[in-house]
């Protein structure tokens, strides 16, 4: 079974709508991300989390929202998906290692997400 | 702030041919760095990954050598396969924990038979 899954994997839905995809994770890992993905921008970061009691905002938060249910769960929110939020959206998560400071984040599969 | 720079794709070779994607960072504080790899359909997966200067990371045949004097990480592989088709990202990390991570635009290689 995958470490880190995501839902749904694939969304269509139209302006204006609220879409909520969520995002769990097995490895124990304390930190969560989202991510979103668009052609030719790399990857950048909506906003994350180092605890259930600790969120934090990216780069790229205005327009959505977030939700650290449990250690393992972290959903993000479209409150009124407009179509320049059509992307690919990743979850990710780490673990703080020590003092060494070798974070490695691990994906999940993915959720496309199209706004008509 | 942070950023990465990346050669821009996409990238098409001959199955052995040898591979380099260029990659530099903004030399702001001790971060580690990363090559990640997303393959068709799927999440990014760690290629690889150096934490602090002089480190040389590798995996799969793939190499990145952490070159502070350069602020560089390029991703070389000697003989690439068809199966190594896919987007290649490289990152930094925030310096200090490292919790954050910046990423390069990608790079698509396809690797023909």
């Known amino acids: 079974d995958a470490d880190v899954t995501q839902t749904p994997r694939n969304r269509i839905t139209k302006t204006g709508k609220r879409i909520m995809l969520e995002c769990s994770q097995t490895k124990g890992h304390d930190r969560m991300y989202w991510y979103r993905q668009d052609p030719g921008l790399g990857l950048r970061l909506i906003y994350y989390s180092f605890d259930v009691k600790d969120i934090n905002k990216g780069e790229i938060s205005d327009g959505y929202s977030v939700s650290r249910q449990a250690q393992a769960k972290f959903s993000l929110s479209l409150e009124s998906a407009i179509p320049n939020q059509t992307a690919l959206y990743f979850c990710?998560?780490?673990?703080?290692?020590?003092?060494?400071?070798?974070?490695?984040?691990?994906f999940g599969p993915g959720t496309r997400l199209t706004v008509l | 702030g942070d950023s990465v720079t990346q050669m821009e794709g996409p990238v098409t070779l001959s199955e052995e041919a040898f591979l380099t994607i260029n990659c530099t960072y903004t030399?702001?504080?001790?971060?580690?760095l990363f090559w990640y790899v997303q393959y068709p359909g799927e999440g990014l997966q760690l290629l690889l990954k150096a934490t602090k200067a002089d480190d040389k990371g590798s995996n799969k045949g793939f190499e990145a050598t952490y070159r502070k004097e350069t602020t560089s990480f390029h991703l070389e592989k000697g003989s690439v396969q068809v199966s190594d088709s896919a987007v290649y990202f490289c990152a930094r990390g925030s310096g200090g924990s490292n919790y954050k991570l910046t990423f390069g635009k990608g790079t698509l290689l396809t690797v023909n038979p």
């Open positions: 030399a702001t504080g001790y971060p580690s």
């Open positions: 990710a998560t780490s673990a703080q290692t020590g003092t060494l400071s070798t974070d490695t984040q691990y």
